[in-house]
């Protein structure tokens, strides 16, 4: 069981948007560490999606977007596409357990 | 361009070892930490164990303490995973990963190998 918690899944029609929510706790949010994002297609390497809480590598659509207050974290995919289905991951740091956490995964459907 | 490139998965009995690796190439390989990644079917990614730069520090995920053992030979931009006493559960597709951002409350994985799949099973 992780220390981050995602929705199992989340969908949305194509042009329209998804918000993913990752939360944490006192010991990695809370404790001042960073959320990052990766896109999973089936069969393929992740890829880094959105790195320290909002920033975007070169590449990446602006219609992803990152945000992370107290605690939380989500992910927001507008104009959703087809190209979208895939699994995310949020990540960060956790102190407790000295090391690195992914959340569980959400798997995105476009209808 | 950056790349990484895993190899070394395959089948094995439980109890039994294998050794992953992975080369790294277009970027200043020593100067950056390396993490193993893995999923196993039906699951989600894990982190397994990182190998900080320039010779630093090295951690694991509790669950492998002591039965696997990360390395790195810089002069060959090779990145190592030798893996013993393997257990059914640590069946997973396994991930070279290049470390970016600061050490530990800011580090996140900006390469990705395509993965190597391990297999433990009798």
């Known amino acids: 069981q992780s220390v981050l918690t995602q929705p199992p899944s989340v969908s949305g029609a194509p042009g329209q948007g998804v918000t993913i929510s990752c939360t944490g706790s006192?010991?990695?949010?809370?404790?001042?560490?960073?959320v990052h994002w990766y896109q999973h297609r089936p069969g393929t390497a992740p890829k880094l999606l959105i790195y320290?809480?909002?920033n975007r590598p070169s590449g990446v659509p602006d219609r992803f977007s990152g945000s992370k207050s107290g605690t939380s974290a989500s992910l927001a995919i507008s104009g959703l596409q087809a190209e979208d289905e895939a699994d995310y991951y949020c990540?960060?740091?956790?102190?407790?357990?000295?090391?690195?956490?992914f959340g569980p995964g959400t798997k995105v459907t476009v209808l | 361009e950056v790349q990484v490139l895993d190899s070394g998965g395959g089948l094995v009995k439980p109890g039994g070892s294998l050794r992953l690796s992975c080369v790294a190439s277009g970027f200043a390989f020593s100067r950056y930490a390396m993490s193993w990644v893995r999923q196993a079917p039906g699951k989600g990614l894990e982190w397994v164990s990182t190998f900080s730069g320039s010779g630093g520090p090295t951690y694991y995920v509790d669950s492998v303490k002591g039965r696997f053992t990360i390395s790195r030979d810089d002069s060959k931009n090779t990145l190592y995973l030798q893996m013993n006493s393997l257990r059914a559960e640590d069946t997973a597709i396994y991930y070279c990963?290049?470390?970016?951002?600061?050490?530990?409350?800011?580090?996140?994985?900006?390469?990705w190998g395509k993965g190597t799949t391990v297999t433990v099973s009798s």
């Open positions: 006192s010991s990695n949010f809370g404790a001042g560490s960073d």
């Open positions: 990540q960060t740091y956790d102190s407790s357990l000295s090391g690195y956490v």
């Open positions: 320290v809480n909002s």
């Open positions: 990963t290049k470390m970016a951002g600061h050490p530990y409350y800011s580090f996140y994985m900006d390469v």
